[in-house]
């Protein structure tokens, strides 16, 4: 944001988080042929969003009495994800899915640290706040962050593969005594540089997905987290909540944890058959 007050972000994928509860039993009546035809049927549509360059889907089964199946959209624009929602509305499997929740949300990478400095160039360029010239220079200094390799790869990374899944809303803290909006841009920098180190000491064991969702949904944030333990979402979750912006500040919403499995496996997933592994489509991508 130009505003001093206030973080950048880098914003790139739109996302949709569908949740459904299915209806097993009713599932298993259906004769073999009209299963059959109705998984193609599903596979042909969600093929199509996961080649394209524009769109990717995710599929996962769900533990816990909250979903069975989560579907996560990502979409390169906002009328995309209404495309894809409306996709999954056409398919005839989904009078075997009720929509339990959704939440719908923008992949976003937060600049405190670089913002910081894109505001202390600014001004040492002599520029006033809310002046054409310091939005015109910050939005030039905000591309090149674009352009950082660091950056660029994980803005439109596609959904991560790994077997796992953790899927929670949260908030910061907004309360009379306690309210992360009110603490200086100097506090609020330093706090998240904490939460940072600690998320670096699980480099490798978890991908991290943060998006945002002022505006769009119920909670200021979407935090997904993708491993191949499920163990490693409790460790980290955990280790978090001593770090002063979760121990704080942080307020959560309901949690979501389960397998991501392809889609070449959703009819394994359909006929209740255990899914061995997930058939992996594309290389693992690091945090
Ligand atoms: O990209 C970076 O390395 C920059 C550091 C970083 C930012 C800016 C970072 C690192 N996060 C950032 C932003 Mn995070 N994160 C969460 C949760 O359960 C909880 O207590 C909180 C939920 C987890 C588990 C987690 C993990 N992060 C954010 C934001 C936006 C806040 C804002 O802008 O004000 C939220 C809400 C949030 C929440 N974070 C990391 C992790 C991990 C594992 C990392 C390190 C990633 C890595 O380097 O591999």
Request: proline content about 3%.
């Amino acid at each position: 944001m130009r505003h001093p007050n206030v973080p950048e972000s880098l914003d790139s994928w739109w996302i949709l988080h569908q949740m459904f509860a299915f209806d097993r039993l009713t599932w298993d009546q259906l004769p073999q042929t009209q299963r059959t035809e109705l998984i193609r049927e599903a596979q042909t549509a969600l093929e199509a969003l996961k080649t394209s360059d524009d769109t990717d889907v995710g599929l996962a089964q769900m533990v816990g009495h909250r979903a069975d199946l989560m579907i996560t959209h990502y979409s390169k624009n906002y009328d995309g994800l209404a495309h894809a929602q409306t996709v999954i509305d056409k398919l005839r499997l989904t009078e075997y899915l009720a929509s339990s929740t959704s939440y719908v949300s923008i992949l976003e990478l937060g600049l405190y640290d670089a913002t910081a400095k894109i505001h202390a160039a600014l001004s040492e360029q002599n520029l006033k706040p809310n002046t054409q010239e310091w939005n015109q220079g910050f939005d030039d200094l905000l591309k090149e962050q674009e352009k950082i390799p660091h950056h660029a790869g994980r803005l439109w990374a596609k959904i991560p593969q790994r077997r796992y899944v953790c899927f929670y809303p949260m908030d910061k803290k907004r309360g009379e005594d306690v309210n992360w909006f009110m603490l200086s841009y100097e506090e609020r920098s330093k706090l998240m540089l904490e939460h940072g180190k600690i998320g670096r000491t699980f480099h490798g064991l978890v991908t991290q997905v943060i998006s945002g969702s002022i505006g769009y949904d119920n909670y200021e944030w979407g935090v997904d987290l993708y491993a191949d333990d499920p163990l490693v979402f409790k460790k980290l979750i955990y280790e978090m909540r001593f770090d002063e912006a979760s121990a704080k500040y942080g307020h959560f919403g309901e949690f979501y944890s389960g397998m991501q499995f392809s889609l070449d496996q959703l009819e394994t997933y359909l006929d209740g058959h255990q899914i061995p592994a997930l058939n992996v489509l594309q290389p693992a991508l690091k945090a």
